[in-house]
C-alpha cells in the first residue's frame, strides 16, 4: 500500500555495519525518517548523528550546544560515545550539554534522565563539569527549577531575550506520542513564552520538568530516536494521520527556523507500519 505524503528518498547499504541496511523515507514537513535494522544500530546512528553535529557546530560557531532526552536508546548511544572512535575525536571541552526534560528526583535516582547520562558516558570522557546542565529537581520547587533552567540556558547561550539555538535536539517518543515532557492534553503544550516549564501531568499526577515547543523548534537539528513494535501505531499516527498536537504532542515539534532539520532516526520494528518502510 501506499499512502500520500510518503515517498521513498533512497534505499542502500549503510556505513555503520557490512551487514544492516537503511532506509530513507520523506514525511514532506513532518520530517525525514531513516530505518535502521535494530535497536543496536539505532544506538550506533544516534551516536554517528550525535558527533558529526557536535563537529560541524564546534568546526563553524566553535561550541557546539546539545539537548539530551532519556530512554533506553540514548543510554546505549552515550555507552558507544563513551568508548573509542567517539571518546578521542569529539572536542568535549566545546561542547556544552542541556537534558530536553527530566523528572523530580535526585540526580543519584536511576530515573533521572541526567544522572543516568552523567553515570553512563558524561563522567567517563573528560567533559569539564561546568559544560553539564543537569535541572534542579525538587519535587517541592518545579515552578523554580524550570525558571532556574531557563537562567541557565540564557546565561550559557549568551542570549538575554530571544531564542536559544541548540545544534542537536534528540528526542525520544513514548506509545501515547508525548515527546520530552510535552504530554497529551497538558499545559505545556500550550506555553509560548517561557524557555523551561514544570508540566503537571495528570496520568502521573505529578510535574514533569521540560524545555517547551519553541526552544526545541528552534533547535538546528531535531532528532527523534524511536524504537521497538510498541511505538510503531503512534509512529504511524504522528507522522501519517490526522494533526492533532494535543493528543499526539510529537507532531507539535517542526523546525521554525529555515535552516533547521527534522529527523526520524527508527528500527524496522518501530517503522513497520508505516506505508513504504521495509518494501521494495
Known amino acids: 500500500r501506499r499512502r500520500p505524503g510518503a515517498c521513498r528518498v533512497h534505499r542502500g547499504n549503510t556505513t555503520m555495519t557490512d551487514t544492516s541496511s537503511v532506509e530513507f523515507l520523506d514525511f514532506g514537513p513532518r520530517g525525514k525518517v531513516q530505518v535502521v535494522d535494530d535497536s543496536a544500530e539505532l544506538a550506533h546512528a544516534a551516536a554517528e548523528r550525535f558527533a558529526s553535529t557536535v563537529l560541524a557546530a564546534v568546526a563553524a560557531r566553535g561550541k557546539a550546544y546539545v539537548a539530551l532526552?532519556?530512554?533506553?536508546?540514548?543510554?546505549?548511544?552515550?555507552?558507544?560515545?563513551?568508548?573509542?572512535?567517539?571518546?578521542?575525536?569529539?572536542?568535549w571541552d566545546k561542547v556544552e550539554i542541556f537534558w530536553g526534560d527530566?523528572?523530580?528526583?535526585?540526580?543519584?535516582?536511576?530515573e533521572s534522565n541526567a544522572g543516568e547520562a552523567m553515570r553512563g558516558f558524561l563522567d567517563l570522557v573528560g567533559i569539564p563539569r561546568e559544560n553539564v546542565h543537569p535541572w534542579l529537581t525538587d519535587p517541592d520547587a518545579s515552578s523554580a527549577a524550570a525558571i532556574e533552567y531557563e537562567v541557565n540556558l540564557r546565561s550559557a547561550f549568551g542570549e538575554e531575550t530571544g531564542l536559544p539555538r541548540f545544534d542537536l535536539v534528540l528526542l525520544g517518543m513514548g506509545d501515547d506520542g508525548h515527546t520530552a515532557s510535552l504530554f497529551p492534553h497538558t499545559a505545556g503544550l500550550q506555553e509560548a513564552k517561557s524557555l523551561a516549564f514544570a508540566n503537571f501531568v495528570p496520568k502521573l499526577d505529578s510535574d514533569r520538568l521540560t524545555l517547551t515547543r519553541p526552544v526545541l523548534n528552534a533547535g538546528r537539528d531535531i532528532v527523534?530516536?524511536?524504537?521497538?513494535?510498541?511505538?510503531?501505531?503512534m509512529l504511524e499516527a504522528v507522522l501519517e494521520g490526522e494533526i492533532d498536537p494535543e493528543a499526539r504532542p510529537a507532531q507539535s515539534i517542526s523546525p521554525s527556523e529555515t535552516d533547521g532539520t527534522l529527523t526520524w532516526i527508527v528500527d524496522k520494528a518501530a517503522a513497520a507500519r508505516l506505508s513504504r518502510a521495509g518494501r521494495a
Open 224 to 233: 527523534f530516536l524511536v524504537g521497538g513494535p510498541g511505538k510503531a501505531d
Open 102 to 110: 527530566e523528572r523530580c528526583v535526585p540526580l543519584g535516582s536511576p
Open 69 to 91: 532526552s532519556g530512554g533506553s536508546t540514548p543510554k546505549q548511544m552515550g555507552a558507544l560515545l563513551a568508548r573509542e572512535p567517539y571518546r578521542s575525536s569529539i572536542p
